[in-house]
């Protein structure tokens, strides 16, 4: 019996260990294979442009991929190359000379929980010079060998790919990153005998479109701000937008509140981090939702005080201003992301019974009924001055990574939404999922975050990593979301320079007039309306340059637009001149001077980077200064200026001040504080002689007095 019980117990156990061989130990195969990249050199690329960004997060070691030690199931172990985002790696191992390849394996650490995932596609590319590259296996989706999700446990998945023996001096390995990807051991087996013929069609590793999102690629849709809609009980003001709010981005407003021109030309409403009154959520994260969670923010968007009826009071009010005629602006609407394991959703169809989200078909039967609900509602409340385009993606990256059926998800409900006349947008964040099969999937537009203003680790260099946004969406065919951070409101100079080179970026690279773009700026009123209405002028800057965005005429010239300029100048007594201080473009400048002239005060405009000096009242003669430009806190230029006035008697003998001439900034400059000295003096010394009388004068008063009162007794 217990003989029964060891071999029924080993039998047990054989089992398991066939059962978890994809993350066991590498396996034996036959003695004349040969691991072919043992000790061999191995180089790296991403497929999203990362190295004035994100690659600083990288941990690449090449010797260390062949040298045949096996990393454990730890994240601190030595052997393990590490990768952060950026979409996917390309591994290349030169094997030295040409040969035969039959298999490829590597080895992923994973652990979902910590943010760690093996790759959920990898494939081989062969070549014979290094250049021209040609596919060779690919394993892609929920097929094995990818690792399952087993909680906070760490574990390793092997993947083995067998090929059809192929020739081969350098082999590719190419996978993706979802955020961290861990291999530590990349091996190639063949030999060198009987080696076919070279591969002839060849393909790209990652593609690329070099191009970004077309300008006209949304149907004339431009510009799309981003307001909040939904569910806010503790400030309803986040998700209640009104037609004054509107009226200052749909419109141009100068600073006196007159509307002059177009602005956005659409406008799409978000969920409030998908807050609703079940305390599920709306998005893809949080708790499960119910039916009546939807028709809140559909009650909120289609709101006739607020949102939908404000836009389109707004969008009237717009057209009349500015003399058009059936101008429209265009609205995409948020579609709610619909989990699974909610068996009493709400009744759907009508037939009396609540439906429930089981399964994946009631995803897209749930998805079908909102936006079907949204056009109801929209064609029952007429708006005259808005056109109804599209959905929002409500998703910032498909990550497969919280149900397995996102990317499914994502294809099916732009095809729904498709069938009803309108367009899908994507706005992922950085490197986000997605990105590089976008249009694989069916989405009609993907318009990429550069996170600049909110992530820290890009924010040591804010030129390098838009530098690589660029590139980036280049590749893939992206638009751009322009962000702003609600800190601008109390922190400008820092924050307000982060949204600067957004903007800086944009107009040296294409991005500006070559894409479409939405544009986050915080719920409620948001920064935008916020810079508008403001008085201080460097929040009111924001303001304009975004407008100036929008029409396409921001100028950020390379070099700052340094240009030579007049330094010598003649002057009338009294004559206040003007001249160029030497830069161009929307840059923000601060003047500086760095040597007062003796002989006046000179002040500088920052608008229209010109300095004017004005001569001191009887001066003639010849009189300097210097200055200096500084932008971003760095000098980028400094000049001398001379200035020779001439003298007279007109101006010498003038009683008065010129009324339009303005005080310098920090007082009297020059020869002028010698006379403002001299006046001072002789005033204290007036004042001095008037005490000095009074004195005497009632001295000699109450001498009298006593001398008129007799002995009375009066002092």
């Not at 993350?23 to 690329?45: D, H, Y």
């Not at 010698?674 to 005490?691: D, F, H, K, S």
Request: charge should be negative; hydrophobic fraction near 35%; proline fraction near 4%.
């Amino acid at each position: 019996m217990f003989g029964t019980k060891r071999i029924i117990n080993r039998l047990l156990a054989a089992v398991s260990a066939l059962l978890l061989l994809p993350f066991a130990a590498p396996r034996a195969f036959a003695a004349e294979e040969s691991n072919l990249a043992r000790g061999k050199t191995v180089s790296v690329s991403s497929d999203a442009a990362n190295g004035r960004s994100y690659n600083e997060l990288d941990r690449f070691a090449p010797e260390k991929l062949t040298d045949g030690v096996y990393g454990k199931a730890d994240y601190g172990a030595p052997e393990w190359n590490k990768f952060y985002r950026a979409v996917g790696r390309t591994l290349t191992v030169d094997l030295g000379e040409n040969s035969r390849v039959t298999r490829v394996r590597a080895r992923f650490l994973h652990n979902r929980a910590a943010g760690v995932t093996s790759p959920r596609r990898i494939s081989v590319f062969v070549s014979q010079n290094g250049k021209d590259f040609s596919p060779a296996k690919t394993v892609s989706g929920g097929e094995p060998p990818f690792a399952p999700d087993r909680g906070d446990k760490t574990e390793i998945a092997v993947y083995e790919l067998s090929l059809e023996p192929v020739a081969a001096r350098f082999v590719a390995l190419h996978f993706d990153v979802t955020v961290n990807t861990f291999i530590d051991e990349m091996e190639i087996f063949g030999d060198r005998e009987d080696i076919p013929a070279p591969p002839t069609e060849f393909a790209d590793i990652v593609k690329n479109e070099n191009a970004f999102f077309p300008r006209e690629g949304l149907g004339g849709d431009h510009d799309i701000v981003l307001f909040h809609a939904g569910y806010s009980p503790e400030d309803e003001k986040l998700v209640n937008n009104t037609e004054e709010q509107f009226l200052a981005y749909i419109g141009y407003r100068e600073k006196g509140g007159k509307i002059t021109d177009t602005m956005f030309d659409s406008v799409m409403f978000l969920t409030l981090q998908g807050k609703c009154p079940s305390g599920g959520s709306l998005t893809i994260a949080g708790g499960k939702t119910v039916m009546s969670d939807w028709e809140t923010l559909l009650d909120s968007c289609f709101s006739k005080e607020y949102n939908l009826g404000a836009l389109d009071r707004a969008a009237g009010e717009l057209n009349r201003a500015l003399g058009f005629g059936d101008r429209k602006i265009s609205v995409y609407l948020t579609v709610p992301y619909p989990k699974t394991g909610t068996p009493a959703f709400g009744d759907i169809d009508g037939d009396g019974q609540p439906e429930g989200i089981n399964g994946y078909g009631d995803c897209l039967a749930v998805t079908e009924w909102f936006i079907k609900e949204c056009i109801r509602r929209w064609d029952g409340a007429g708006y005259e001055n808005l056109a109804f385009k599209g959905f929002f993606c409500n998703s910032e990256g498909l990550t497969c990574s919280r149900f397995e059926y996102e990317e499914r998800y994502a294809a099916d409900a732009a095809e729904i939404m498709r069938s009803y006349g309108k367009t899908c947008v994507m706005i992922p964040y950085l490197h986000g999922e997605g990105i590089d099969r976008y249009r694989e999937l069916g989405l009609d537009a993907a318009l990429m975050q550069p996170n600049l203003s909110f992530n820290e680790t890009l924010q040591d260099d804010p030129e390098g990593a838009m530098l690589d946004f660029a590139e980036t969406a280049k590749r893939f065919g992206l638009g751009m979301e322009m962000e702003i951070a609600d800190g601008v409101r109390w922190e400008p100079e820092k924050l307000g320079a982060l949204y600067e080179q957004y903007l800086v970026s944009a107009a040296q690279s294409g991005l500006m007039t070559g894409t479409v773009h939405a544009y986050y700026n915080g719920a409620g009123p948001g920064v935008f309306y916020d810079c508008c209405v403001s008085s201080d002028a460097a929040k009111r800057r924001f303001y304009d340059l975004t407008y100036k965005f929008i029409k396409g005429t921001l100028e950020y010239p390379e070099n700052y637009g340094v240009h030579e300029t007049q330094t010598e100048f003649s002057a009338a007594a009294r004559e206040r001149i003007t001249g160029d201080a030497g830069v161009s473009g929307d840059w923000s400048f601060t003047f500086k001077t760095t040597r007062n002239p003796a002989n006046g005060y000179v002040l500088f405009n920052e608008s229209e980077k010109t300095f004017s000096y004005t001569p001191d009242r009887k001066f003639a003669g010849t009189d300097g200064f210097e200055y200096a430009v500084l932008c971003g806190g760095k000098e980028i230029l400094r000049s001398e200026i001379t200035v020779t006035v001439a003298g007279g008697e007109a101006a010498s003998s003038e009683s008065s001040e010129p009324a339009s001439r303005a005080l310098p900034e920090n007082g009297i400059t020059g020869a002028n504080r010698g006379g403002l000295r001299t006046a001072v003096y002789a005033a204290i010394g007036a004042l001095a002689l008037l005490a000095g009388a009074a004195c005497v004068f009632f001295a000699v008063k109450k001498l009298k007095k006593r001398k008129k009162g007799g002995g009375n007794g009066e002092a």
